[in-house]
């Protein structure tokens, strides 16, 4: 099976503009969640969603948004950029929604880099 | 919440045995613990999961004594490709993966 990908791998934006991110999960995996990774921060997690609606959410911002497709492909949205925002962002899928054993298989992140 | 503490870097030589160590002293009843392993710009790649006793695949062991409150990742024989960071996890309630700060591992020749 292919794994999770994700495009682009690598985005430069100003601030204040908006980006879209998009997550192919592995072929039957339903859930996907979105990660944001900084030097300072670590792993944070964004939100879930599973079957087209969101199940868990972080503490993020409003500018932070997603969604989820029919074939489960998501895309993660942010607004009016900060300098903050420079990260890698991961996407991960999981075969169902998530419970306290399900492994999530993470994709290759894209690189955000806000000037 | 669940929340778990390692130890933030550890040096080991090729060939020897690693043991990293994680404290999750408010884990609860449900919660089992899962150890990722990530290399630099990639994404975590799942290691092994257990919920009590000792686990073992073909590249790690766990081990969990009774009370749960921590567990110890075991890396037999490491190489240099083991160099990454291994974060070890406690899904909270909803389940959301918090992770924490990792274990930066390297491996020297």
């Known amino acids: 099976k292919a794994g999770v990908t994700q495009t682009p791998r690598y985005l430069i934006k100003t601030r204040g503009q908006q980006v879209t991110l998009s997550c192919s999960p592995i072929s039957g995996h339903r859930s996907v969640s979105w990660y944001q990774q900084t030097p300072g921060q670590g792993l944070q997690f964004l939100f879930e969603?599973?079957?087209?609606?969101?199940?868990n959410k972080g503490n993020f911002p409003g500018r932070f948004s997603g969604r989820q497709f029919s074939n489960s492909r998501s895309e993660m949205n942010v607004s009016t950029l900060e300098l903050g925002d420079s990260a890698l962002y991961l996407c991960?899928?999981?075969?169902?929604?998530?419970?306290?054993?399900?492994?999530?298989?993470f994709g290759p992140g894209t690189r955000l880099t806000v000037l | 919440l669940a929340k778990t503490t390692q130890p933030i870097s550890m040096d080991s030589y090729e060939g020897q045995e690693v043991n990293i160590t994680c404290s999750h002293n408010?884990?609860?009843?449900?919660?089992?613990i899962t150890w990722y392993q990530q290399f630099p710009s990639q994404g975590p790649r799942f290691i092994i999961q257990?919920?009590?006793t000792k686990v073992t695949n073909e590249v790690a062991s766990l081990f969990i004594p009774a009370d749960r409150k921590s567990s110890t990742l075991s890396l037999p024989r490491v190489s240099l490709s083991d160099t990454a960071v291994y974060y070890c996890l406690v899904y909270n309630q909803g389940g959301k993966l918090i992770f924490g700060q990792g274990t930066e591992l390297s491996v020297k020749p």
């Open positions: 969603y599973f079957s087209e609606t969101q199940r």
């Open positions: 991960a899928s999981s075969p169902r929604e998530l419970g306290t054993t399900d492994t999530q298989y």
């Open positions: 257990g919920y009590k």
């Open positions: 408010n884990i609860a009843t449900n919660d089992y």
